[in-house]
């Protein structure tokens, strides 16, 4: 069993920066990809970001990259999303998620394991 939890989100000014983690349990979080996804209201939940298991291969979204950031620190069971230069189109629920051997880091389908979400306000 894995839990997930989310934090770190709030209200920003557009061009600000935050982080948001990703605190997961037990002893195994080092064994998962993990993703970011984020659903904005009326809209479907879109990928955002991914990081492999070790660490070594990243995936982004075209709105994102260059802007958001993500990494892992195994060792505390924690990922992060860091953003920078938010703009108001990043208001959004954010979700952590961890996936087994995925091949499709992009799709939702492909994890097993979800946050509650935090959200991520971004004013103008």
């Known amino acids: 069993q894995v839990e997930l939890v989310e934090s770190g989100g709030g209200l920003v000014q557009a061009g600000g920066s935050l982080r948001l983690s990703c605190a997961a349990s037990?002893?195994?979080?080092?064994?998962?990809?993990m993703g970011w996804f984020r659903q904005a209201p009326g809209k479907e939940r879109e990928f955002v970001a991914a990081?492999?298991?070790?660490?070594?291969?990243?995936y982004y979204a075209d709105s994102v990259k260059g802007r958001l950031t993500i990494s892992r620190d195994n060792a505390k069971n924690t990922g992060y999303l860091q953003m920078n230069n938010v703009k108001p189109e990043d208001t959004a629920v954010y979700y952590c998620a961890l996936a087994y051997l995925t091949v499709r880091p992009r799709i939702e389908s492909e994890y097993n394991y979800w946050g509650q979400g935090t959200q991520v306000t971004v004013s103008s």
């Open positions: 037990g002893r195994t979080f080092s064994t998962y990809g």
């Open positions: 990081i492999s298991w070790s660490g070594d291969t990243t």
